[in-house]
């Protein structure tokens, strides 16, 4: 067992939280930073650091690489995955990120490289040439490469401000109305070109691709009231779900489900559930209200 001076490991939890941003916008998924983040403590304390001059740079460098690597397999189970796929999602008291929901689900789209140099530049700050050392590719290159993943990201998803306490209130608009059946009053908050997006993961029911369009969305909601009606959702918070206004519920008595709302101009521009108990467990809740809930099958609860 390695005996390390304490300073270190302390040096390495200085940083732990700007890496482990890094290592979330890179890969989507909290689990899998949080494996990043073990693997690079493990190369940190293996490393000679009397040579290592910037430690939160040499960090960052290894932690973007270990992404990189991770994305190659990632690829892999997003081909096979069932359904939609959403990144799992990070609540926050303040709607502040400066990566919300849809740009996570740009940037998925972008080539690896393309996304470590959009990220470490646009979004960390780190100089081209640093990024050239990181990823294998020379400045003028990665300069490039975040400059097509800027032109790609501001054509596919325009960012908007966060909404603050509008947005919540739309949210709590959004969440009587869809549980009482109130349609009328979903009509007035749906954009007509609205998307509704639900990952399950094969875990638990969702709808298996996106439903586009506010006729869709409303039928789909006008079925899921039914349900409601029969047991109703429990409420456990409103929050800013990875920047945008949403809220976590629990539904059918089990179920745990956070709901994002991508709001533009007091208007609901995309709905974005997710299901998946493999990407909710990492979510923080009131004990009491955690001992309610019970693992789920698919399509069932235990």
């Not at 303040?94 to 849809?102: A, M, Q, R, V, Y």
């Not at 923080?284 to 001992?291: F, G, H, P």
Request: with cysteine; charged share 25%; net charge positive.
């Amino acid at each position: 067992m390695l005996d390390l001076p304490i300073q270190d490991t302390t040096l390495f939890n200085a940083f732990r939280p700007r890496l482990k941003s890094l290592a979330y916008k890179m890969l989507g998924s909290i689990a899998d930073a949080e494996d990043v983040l073990q693997d690079a403590f493990i190369r940190w304390l293996q490393a000679d650091r009397s040579l290592v001059r910037e430690p939160e740079a040499y960090l960052r460098q290894v932690v973007t690489r270990l992404c990189l690597d991770e994305l190659k397999s990632a690829r892999v189970r997003r081909e096979a995955y069932v359904g939609s796929w959403l990144p799992e999602p990070v609540l926050q008291e303040d709607p502040s990120e400066d990566i919300t929901l849809p740009l996570l689900l740009v940037l998925e789209r972008l080539s690896p490289r393309e996304r470590a140099a959009f990220l470490l530049h646009d979004v960390f700050g780190v100089a081209f040439d640093e990024i050239a050392l990181t990823i294998g590719r020379d400045a003028a290159a990665c300069r490039q490469m975040a400059r097509r993943a800027r032109l790609r990201i501001r054509s596919e998803r325009p960012r908007f401000l966060p909404q603050g306490a509008r947005g919540q209130e739309i949210a709590a608009a959004f969440f009587t109305a869809s549980r009482t059946g109130d349609i009328d009053g979903l009509r007035a908050l749906l954009a007509r070109d609205v998307t509704v997006q639900a990952d399950g993961g094969g875990k638990v029911a969702a709808p298996p691709r996106p439903i586009v369009g506010i006729d869709a969305a409303l039928k789909l909601m006008a079925a899921l009231a039914r349900l409601f009606s029969a047991q109703m959702s429990q409420l456990l918070r409103y929050a800013s779900v990875n920047g945008l206004p949403g809220f976590v519920t629990i539904e059918r008595g089990c179920e745990l489900q956070t709901t994002a709302l991508d709001v533009r101009r007091d208007r609901i521009a995309a709905i974005y559930v997710c299901r998946n108990p493999e990407k909710l467990g990492h979510l923080v809740i009131d004990r009491t209200v955690a001992n309610q809930i019970r693992p789920a099958s698919k399509g069932t609860c235990q």
